[in-house]
Nanobody, 125 residues
Framework: QVQLVESGGGLVQAGGSLRLSCTASGGAFSTLNMGWFRQAPGKEREFVAAVSRRFDVTNYKDSVKGRFTISRDSAKNTVYLQMNSLKPEDTAVYCC??????????????????WGQGTQVTVSS
């Protein structure tokens, strides 16, 4: 059973940066396609970014392109989400997800089998 633990959330002013981390255990990291999703109060969960298990495919939500970067470190079994130029509308609980199927940067939550508990990101104006 794959377990995911996120960290790195917090409170930041608009225009600031945060780096989220998600560390996986219980499964071979090289088999995991990883994604980040977020859910703001009163809104549905939405896709943010994803990276394939071979790190050769990435996908991003349009509104974060050019501001967010997803990466992975196999030596640390960790995927990162570097978030720059943060905006108040980025405020949400951010969760990482993993799936062992294929090699792709999946964008739908239904394609992921494992989920972390989430970390709060709050961007003040």
């Amino acid at each position: 059973q794959v377990q995911l633990v996120e960290s790195g959330g917090g409170l930041v002013q608009a225009g600031g940066s945060l780096r989220l981390s998600c560390t996986a255990s219980g499964g071979a990291f090289s088999t995991l396609n990883m994604g980040w999703f977020r859910q703001a109060p009163g809104k549905e969960r939405e896709f943010v970014a994803a990276v394939s298990r071979r790190f050769d495919v990435t996908n991003y939500k349009d509104s974060v392109k050019g501001r967010f970067t997803i990466s992975r470190d196999s030596a640390k079994n960790t995927v990162y989400l570097q978030m720059n130029s943060l905006k108040p509308e980025d405020t949400a609980v951010y969760c990482c997800a993993a799936t062992q199927g294929g090699n792709y940067a999946y964008t739908r939550g239904s394609e992921y089998n494992f989920w972390g508990q989430g970390t709060q990101v709050t961007v003040s104006s």
